[in-house]
């Protein structure tokens, strides 16, 4: 059949004109007097793990790694010459000795032990990789020893073109530890500064826990001020700590009590040595600084022999006490004597992280058991137990039937990959309603679910998309989910594995990955009550009101790779003054991420809504995340 020219056109003109009607379409219809659920604060807390340097060397502001020489290479047999992140250093030409050695160090097992070989030259230990500000204050210390030490040591600060930043001598070393200090001001900024131990004379030094830490790092609780200043833009309503994986093996008891008494410890599950120098007062401390609750995680002896389940169930009621009892209590004692007189009254207590491989079953008798034991004690404390990983549910769901009745929350960890950051929300959804009805059945209906790890595995826009899509889940199940701790929360970025975190750091600078920047921004604009809405199909949208439900929120994800236009209409239980307010975030490409040289290549934009009426039109972009803000008139 033969078409005019002219018909053609017009026939592609209509079905342009359709598609385009189709699509302007969609309608995302607001029931402000219908409310579905409330929203915790929780949902938007975070976890903290000691885990690719999230810790030591990261927001724990200690500069110096290895401080105590404990992190060795064995791998050539026996004890090596020096310790890892530490280098040799001379400046002479003797014959000089070094060994790590384990007998008589300050603390823990080891200590670094130089040889001199007497005449005028130096010889010592270097660690490069210092961060120093102009203008700001330093304070540090170092350990020594001697034996048969005829001469003199120092310690020297040096610039990225070997200038001396600063030098100080120590003379008189005993064959007793003895801690000599030192501070300093520098007067320029060095990104890549050099610490050098060094002594001259014969006889032999002993070196352990060296320190150094900024002023401003101490004001701040001993944390790195501008990786502080991260957490608390998005502001956590709790943390959980110590793990994870790693409060599995933690034994809380080695990191309390002055810093050079602690016993560091080997993080057996992220390969890291731990010096200890955040334990439960500094996480306490560090939660009380950004206004979070703490969740904390005890180590019920999974990893151990049954016969010592005792010692555990004792453990986990001395940090309870330690934590939540009075001054005059064995445990308050200890705390009051660390510095801190008054309790903690920590309610949140978790028992144990991912205890899959036992079996729900016999993870079900450990519940029972320790929950008889802290309840006895402290009946008030809401307790969490380990619950299914990823969209699998039977874990969660036999430990509901069999210990429901011994905890009030149930622990869940999930990891998307990457590319379901559209589907992957809902799909998870699934799993919650199907464990709420394990509860439903169960002899403890009043059981909430706790999301306590979850992420996408990337730092890409995608991770940003699944972020603001699983959140918007959460809101939406406010009865049932009462709290979320995604991971991770910090990495240097030179580690290797878990390339998800939402502040990603090196030694001075930090940017925030697209999950940082849309949790953030839903929690800039958080609002208790979710109210009933009919969303298009393709978007995942969220609408909540404040307590005094003069501010209507619109969150929404368009998860697709094209915009959407969408009729938004509002009945008068909301009527709608003419302003209001929208932020986008969105990114030119999947792909696209912030780094160190450009941390704000994603980030929120905000514009003015004007003219509107209880109905108007807006268009989501593709691939975006959108917050409207509208206020009752």
Not at 62 to 78: A, K, P, Y
Not at 113 to 131: D, M, S, V
Not at 215 to 235: E, S, V
Not at 517 to 535: D, G, K, N, Q, T
Request: charged share 20%; proline share 6%.
């Amino acid at each position: 059949m033969y078409w005019p020219s002219g018909c053609v056109l017009l026939l592609a003109f209509a079905l342009c004109w359709l598609v385009q009607e189709a699509r302007s379409a969609e309608q995302l219809r607001i029931y402000p007097g219908t409310r579905i659920a409330t929203v915790h604060p929780h949902v938007y807390g975070h976890f903290l793990e000691p885990i690719e340097h999230s810790v030591v060397d990261g927001l724990f502001a200690e500069q110096v790694r290895n401080r105590s020489f404990e992190d060795l290479d064995t791998s050539g047999g026996g004890l090596p010459a020096i310790a890892k992140t530490w280098e040799q250093c001379a400046e002479g030409a003797g014959k000089v000795a070094y060994r790590i050695i384990d007998s008589n160090p300050l603390n823990t097992a080891h200590c670094q032990e130089i040889a001199l070989p007497g005449g005028n030259g130096w010889y010592g230990l270097r660690q490069p990789r210092f961060y120093l500000k102009a203008g700001e204050g330093y304070q540090g210390s170092l350990w020594l020893r001697g034996e048969g030490l005829r001469g003199r040591a120092r310690i020297k600060f040096l610039s990225e073109k070997g200038i001396v930043i600063y030098s100080k001598p120590f003379q008189q070393i005993t064959a007793d530890w003895t801690e000599y200090s030192f501070s300093f001001r520098p007067r320029g900024t060095h990104f890549q500064a050099t610490l050098i131990i060094e002594a001259q004379g014969t006889g032999r030094l002993y070196v352990d826990q060296v320190s150094l830490m900024s002023d401003a790092a101490r004001r701040n609780g001993g944390f790195r001020p501008d990786l502080l200043a991260a957490i608390k833009g998005l502001r956590p309503p709790v943390i959980r700590w110590p793990g994870g994986c790693f409060a599995e093996h933690y034994r809380w008891k080695r990191g309390i009590g002055p810093q050079h008494q602690r016993l560091g410890f080997w993080n057996v599950t992220w390969g890291e040595w731990d010096d200890a120098g955040l334990g439960t007062d500094e996480f306490l401390r560090l939660c009380k600084n950004v206004g979070a609750e703490p969740l904390m995680v005890l180590n019920c002896g999974t990893h151990d022999a049954p016969e010592y389940v005792d010692q555990y169930v004792q453990e986990a009621l001395d940090w309870i006490e330690y934590c939540n009892s009075a001054p005059d209590t064995p445990m308050g004692k200890l705390r009051a004597r660390n510095g801190h007189l008054q309790p903690y009254h920590i309610k949140h207590w978790e028992l144990d992280n991912e205890t899959w491989r036992l079996g729900p079953d016999n993870y079900a008798k450990l519940v029972e058991k320790f929950s008889r034991a802290i309840r006895a004690r402290y009946p008030e404390l809401i307790l969490y137990a380990c619950g299914s990983g990823g969209y699998e549910t039977g874990f969660s769901n036999r430990v509901i039937e069999l210990a429901g009745q011994y905890f009030d929350r149930i622990s869940i960890h999930h990891y998307e990959p990457p590319d379901n950051f559209a589907a992957g929300p809902a799909r998870y959804e699934a799993s919650w309603l199907d464990t709420a009805e394990a509860i439903r059945k169960s002899r403890n209906p009043k059981i909430l679910i706790a999301v306590t790890e979850w992420n996408a595995m990337c730092v890409d826009w995608r991770t940003g998309l699944y972020a603001a899509g699983l959140l918007n889940t959460m809101e939406r199940n406010g009865n049932l989910v009462k709290m979320g701790n995604p991971a991770l929360l910090l990495r240097l970025v030179t580690a290797t594995q878990w390339e998800n975190a939402f502040i990603n750091m090196d030694n001075y600078r930090w940017y925030p990955a697209p999950n940082y920047v849309v949790m953030r921004l839903f929690r800039e604009h958080f609002a208790p009550s979710v109210i009933r809405c009919e969303a298009p199909k393709e978007m995942n949208v969220v609408t909540t009101l404040s307590e005094d439900r003069q501010t209507l929120m619109i969150k929404a994800v368009n998860p697709t790779d094209h915009p959407i236009e969408t009729e938004i209409m509002t009945n008068r239980a909301f009527p709608i003054t003419g302003q209001g307010q929208c932020i986008v975030v969105t990114a030119p490409s999947l792909s696209a991420r912030n780094t160190l040289e450009e941390p704000r290549a994603i980030a929120p934009v905000k514009s003015r809504l004007s003219k509107l009426g209880q109905t108007f039109l807006h268009t989501f972009p593709a691939y975006s995340v959108s917050v409207i803000t509208l206020h009752r008139s």
